[in-house]
């Protein structure tokens, strides 16, 4: 096992280990600090493919925005709820992970080699600017149903 | 043991969490870190698309990561608007879309 598997595999590990603390916390606010630190791990993993501006992204926007916003939600409404399964739900997660396990399974069958990232910045405002022109709309109007949910008038 | 192998293990074990941290959460905030989860098992599966096309790959993370902040945006309104009206944001008090009023 050469340096970079052995440091992916730790990442991903710790990715891991910091989302079960999600699954295990009791409290809103760990659980949100934990998601954070998960999604650390994985720009972590990006990292290591040398795949900065996905890094970027992840911590500054990810991290640093949708984040930060959870854990302060989290600590405004900081409660300790008990926990309870639903069991209607166990047989649907059941089928997507064993359906997702079987295909990951035949499908990682060599190593990861990234390619042709260079190009890949500059061709994004170029390729996908239609993809680009939906996404700002789309922002847009999630903050306008935002804005009009809050404070309940009519745009 | 390759790379491959241990990024979509990564990807499938933390999916498989969020799945039980949703079908176990008692409260929004809570099914919101599961979403959020969610999205990172998304950014670790789509890691192997930048060994075959690397700009689509950039492009599905971008599109993905905006999607999920804007996303969070509307959610957290949503929270904030239940406590106002229900006083709690736990699930119970979430009532099926239009069936009560």
């Known amino acids: ?155 | 043991m390759n790379q491959l192998f241990i990024v979509l293990t990564a990807s499938l074990a933390v999916l498989l969490i969020a799945y039980l941290t949703a079908i176990s959460a008692r409260d929004l905030i809570r099914l919101l870190i599961s979403l959020e989860l969610m999205f990172g098992a998304v950014f670790l599966a789509i890691l192997p698309l930048f060994s075959i096309d690397a700009s689509t790959a950039f492009a599905i993370v971008v599109l993905t990561i905006f999607t999920s902040s804007s996303e969070l945006l509307v959610l957290i309104t949503a929270i904030v608007l239940l406590d106002r009206s229900k006083k709690g944001i736990d699930l119970e008090k979430v009532s099926v879309g239009g069936e009560t009023p």
């Open chain 1, 1 to 155: 096992m050469d340096t970079a598997t052995l440091i992916i595999a730790v990442a991903s590990v710790f990715a891991v280990l910091s989302a079960i603390g999600v699954l295990l916390t009791r409290d809103n606010l760990y659980a949100a600090i934990y998601m954070s630190v998960t999604m650390l791990l994985i720009a972590a993993i990006y990292a290591v493919y040398n795949v900065q501006q996905v890094v970027v992204l992840i911590a500054f926007v990810f991290v640093g925005a949708v984040g930060m916003i959870t854990i302060a939600i989290a600590a405004t409404y900081r409660s300790v709820p008990t926990k309870k399964v639903s069991i209607a739900w166990i047989a649907p997660v059941i089928i997507v992970f064993a359906i997702t396990s079987y295909f990951y399974y035949n499908f990682a069958t060599s190593n990861l080699k990234v390619q042709g990232l260079s190009l890949a910045f500059e061709k994004l405002s170029t390729d996908y600017m239609v993809l680009l022109v939906f996404l700002f709309s789309l922002m847009i109007l999630m903050m306008l149903s935002a804005i009009k949910l809050a404070r309940r008038v009519e745009l």
